[in-house]
């Protein structure tokens, strides 16, 4: 069986759904998706894995995708996630872009928990850390860019 990640597209968007609302209302995360340049990569496709309020994964809450605009911006309405097995409170985050046969995954850590996100073991296991801490955003939220490569690249996981 052949598979995307052993093809090269075009993808048809037919069954390709966007849920980017997983709370109504919810902390507006966004971010942009960057190349090696620092260019915006506008056909970017951004998923989220996460846990709820209370550090729970559950199978009715905690997926979500967005695309990418013109801009390299891609956004989410969400809950921040309860702490999980002793980690800080984060994201799970695969980006699928242009030139990349497979996706990449990283971590999103939030950055009003700096006494958790030094205590958790995946980031205080990684080269630059700052790589995978939002900012805080004007207007409230989160902003998290993610560079693909080049200064300040984002540190990517295995999968």
């Known amino acids: 069986m052949i598979t995307p990640s052993q093809t ?20 507006r995360l966004s971010g942009r998706i960057l190349d090696g340049a620092g260019e915006p990569v506008p056909d970017a496709i951004v998923e989220i894995w996460q846990a709820d309020e209370e550090g729970r994964y559950r199978p009715d809450f905690g997926w979500g995708r967005s695309g990418c605009d013109a801009d390299g911006r891609y956004s989410f309405a969400t ?58 955003a004007a207007g409230g939220g989160v902003e998290f860019d993610v560079r693909l490569q080049g200064e300040a690249e984002t540190v990517f996981f295995a999968v």
Do not use: W
């Open 79 to 136: 809950c921040k996630p309860g702490a999980v097995d002793g980690q800080a409170p984060h994201l799970t985050m695969l980006v699928f872009a242009r030139g990349l046969l497979k996706p990449v995954l990283t971590r999103m850590y939030f950055p009003d928990e700096e006494e958790t996100n030094s205590r958790d073991p995946i980031l205080s296991a990684v080269d630059d850390p700052a790589t995978l801490v939002a900012r805080p």
């Open 8 to 27: 090269v597209g075009p993808y048809f968007t037919l069954g390709l759904l966007y849920s980017n609302e997983l709370v109504a209302d919810g902390l």
